[in-house]
């Protein structure tokens, strides 16, 4: 069997569009958020926010999608985009071993903010920068090293450096051409689970293409944001220490 890499992520970084990437690839077999779909909408879903009416699943569960991804992964090699804090409660070292992990973070000011403007309700968990962490102190404690960890402001500045050196990371060859495509993503290729209510910029997009870094004020935000991101800022912190560099020429 293949290890499964896997990208953990948080919401709002630039994460849809790293795996609409590896998707143009074509040498991969790929999955959008495959345990976040059995978190929100599986038979058992865990999610905080759930209601009465929230929509399930049957047959959908965390257990069963693991089994989907090991099935593909014994076909051939698979790249999963997920968030750790869907199976946080999940973590053993025989899972951990499934995966050849690495890491996409972004800014909590840019992630919380964005995610306010769409979900005013959400939750604390549904951040999962507190599991993201726990998750690489895990990794680095047993491997000894710290697993590839990407910043979504590098990436946006200099995608074509940044996706090599994360190729050279985990272990595969870079393929230049895979960082454009046509506008215009068919959601019915792939499972865009939540309708792809996130992504309507990357529909509209032709490739990861170099972009100035945005900054956010956060002395501006609500009050709600601003006590989250102050929750949130030292595990980012954490994982932003140990991130690939930019090449200085």
């Known amino acids: 069997m293949h ?3 896997a990208l953990w992520a948080v919401p709002r970084s630039t994460s849809t569009a790293f795996e609409w990437m590896m998707r143009q690839r074509g040498d991969m077999t790929c999955f959008h958020e495959p ?3 059995a978190w929100y909408q599986g038979e058992d879903p865990l999610w905080p926010r759930l209601t009465a009416d929230s929509v399930r699943t049957p047959g959908l569960t965390l257990q069963s999608v693991l089994e989907t991804l090991k099935a593909a992964a014994a076909d051939g090699p698979v790249f999963s985009k997920d968030f750790p804090h869907y199976i946080d409660h999940m973590w053993s070292d025989d899972l951990l071993d499934l995966f050849n992990h690495s890491f996409l973070i972004r800014d909590p000011a840019k992630t919380i903010t964005s995610m306010y403007a769409k979900w005013p309700d959400f939750h604390p968990k549904e951040t999962g ?11 680095c404690e047993k491997d000894g090293k710290a697993p590839p960890v990407l910043d979504s402001d590098d990436l946006l500045e200099a995608p074509h450096e940044m996706v090599k050196t994360w190729c ?26 939540d309708g792809g ?9 032709d490739g990861l293409k170099p972009q100035a870094r945005k900054y956010i004020d956060i002395a501006t935000a609500p009050d709600r944001v601003k006590e989250i991101y102050e929750q949130v800022l030292p595990h980012y912190e954490a994982l932003h220490r140990h991130r690939m560099q930019r090449t200085v020429s």
Do not use: C
Not at 130 to 138: A, G
């Open 3 to 5: 290890k499964i890499l």
């Open 35 to 37: 345990f976040g779909e």
């Open 129 to 139: 920068f507190s599991e993201q962490r726990h998750l690489f102190d895990m990794l």
């Open 168 to 193: 050279e990371a985990v272990g595969i060859v870079f393929m230049p051409e895979a960082l454009s495509w046509e506008p215009g993503a068919d959601t019915a290729q792939y499972s865009w689970w």
């Open 197 to 205: 209510s996130f992504h309507a910029n990357l529909r509209n997009s």
